[in-house]
């Protein structure tokens, strides 16, 4: 078959339909890569045997074909594939450790043909974090003979826009990188890693990019995921895109030089996995939160999970994560369990910048629709009581005066807006268990909301 016969459509003029055809004519073609060309091939058809066999790719996109009076209409049928890794490695930043070299390298013989030539790396750094990491990240390549660039920015959620992804993009411009095999290397928390990866995902349509987290939050939360975004017209990540990184390299002796408030602050997305789908990271998070805090996630035992607290935590809220995350990346179905406590909190996180940090605004509005649960007999009183007893152990707020009824139902109304005229609110119905609801009144929620109010107003943020 001819290779211009993909674009071969039958003549149709004015309203007169095709010689031979039907008034409605339906193909589905294979699209089939011969040498260097594609072409198409009916569906119902065999492959010509002109063909050998070891010159065929086979694509599981297809292309349909509807020819009717007035014209003709194709529709792609693309499957988009995306492999990602996230490991989790020790002495990330000690020469001997390649893994942010060639971590992301799949193939050992691909790993040869990089080794051939000079490697070339754009690191994009949290300011702090470049001031504490900063040499060891430039002995690291110096070592390895890479021809490197950090560029250290002041990553925060004031400045997590547009111009800071402009300016990212302009620095990878006159750097100059191989879009396919020299990956773009984000160093930093959660507003870093998000920036990096949408000036990457705009950067030549796309260009490969790794995470390196260096908060708790970062750490099981922005890095394992596929989205990135900044912030617009005071709307939190009211532009993004869906490019997952090509890795995540995890190395948790990163956390220990964060600020107490910065480990709260990751444990509050942590509780919400363990809320949501598993009861028993909950009793690990009640059972070892003050140990957690203190320890900063720092721990000898590196390799058995089940005697390790720190691990074993950290393990499950990426599991329970890339769970609920990988069969949805591009978020088609609006029913995420991993959206409770982001239904109010970014009204209430870009009201209060910068004195409200991420986890907590979450956990305020887990805390409150802890309450709806209860109101609408979905938990027990002792439930949402160890689960405010434990954010409170987790020295995650639990309530802030600034959350008014007001502001509830203005975050409600967007989320019914932007989410396919749904409420689509994730509930817990147990300890470790949920479920989307919809039908979630008004009347509940000023219950909810009075209750909550009453019961934990004096320990308002």
């Not at 920036?195 to 260009?207: D, F, H, I, K, M």
Request: glycine fraction near 6%; charged fraction near 25%; include cysteine.
């Amino acid at each position: 078959m001819p290779a211009g016969e993909l674009f071969t459509v039958p003549p149709v003029r004015g309203g007169t339909k095709p010689e031979g055809s039907s008034r409605n004519k339906q193909k589905e073609y294979q699209l089939v890569r011969v040498k260097n060309t594609w072409c198409r091939v009916e569906c119902r058809q065999e492959m010509p045997t002109t063909w050998e066999e070891d010159q065929v790719i086979v694509s599981q996109a297809k292309i349909g074909e509807q020819v009717t009076e007035s014209g003709v209409s194709w529709v792609v049928k693309a499957p988009i594939y995306f492999c990602y890794k996230v490991i989790e490695t020790q002495n990330l930043l000690n020469p001997s450790n390649k893994t942010l070299l060639y971590g992301h390298v799949s193939d050992p013989e691909e790993i040869d043909e990089y080794q051939k030539k000079t490697q070339k790396r754009f690191v994009v750094m949290d300011a702090t974090v470049e001031q504490i990491y900063g040499s060891k990240v430039r002995k690291y390549f110096e070592a390895h003979n890479v021809v490197y660039k950090i560029l250290a920015l002041e990553t925060t959620e004031e400045t997590k826009s547009m111009d800071i992804v402009l300016h990212i993009l302009e620095e990878v411009h006159k750097f100059s990188l191989d879009r396919r095999t020299e990956p773009i290397i984000a160093i930093g928390g959660g507003v870093c890693l998000d920036a990096v990866g949408l000036a990457a995902s705009l950067y030549r349509r796309r260009t490969p990019y790794i995470r390196v987290p260096t908060t708790l939050l970062s750490y099981v939360d922005a890095s394992v995921g596929a989205k990135n975004g900044v912030n617009f017209c005071n709307c939190k990540n009211k532009l993004g895109s869906y490019t997952p990184p090509i890795a995540t390299f995890l190395d948790r002796s990163f956390i220990q030089t964060i600020p107490r408030r910065h480990i709260s602050n990751g444990l509050g997305e942590i509780l919400k996995m363990a809320l949501m789908k598993h009861k028993g990271l909950f009793q690990i998070l009640e059972k070892h939160g003050k140990y957690l805090l203190d320890s900063k996630f720092q721990s000898t035992n590196v390799l058995d999970c089940n005697d390790d607290a720190a691990l074993k935590t950290t393990r499950l809220a990426i599991q329970t994560m890339l769970e609920e995350l990988a069969p949805n990346l591009w978020e088609d179905d609006l029913d995420r369990l991993v959206d409770y406590g982001h239904v109010i909190s970014p009204e209430l996180e870009m009201n209060l910048l910068p004195a409200l940090m991420h986890g907590e605004a979450v956990n305020i509005d887990m805390a409150f629709m802890t309450y709806v649960s209860h109101e609408i007999g979905l938990i027990t009183l002792e439930e949402r009581n160890r689960i405010v007893q434990c954010m409170q152990n987790l020295e995650l707020p639990v309530f802030h005066r600034d959350c008014s009824f007001q502001l509830i139902k203005k975050a409600l109304a967007e989320r019914f807006k932007h989410s396919g005229g749904k409420l689509r609110l994730s509930l817990s119905t147990g300890l470790g268990t949920a479920e989307i609801f919809n039908n979630v009144s008004e009347e509940t929620m000023m219950c909810a909301f009075a209750a909550w109010q009453e019961d934990l107003g004096e320990h308002s943020t």
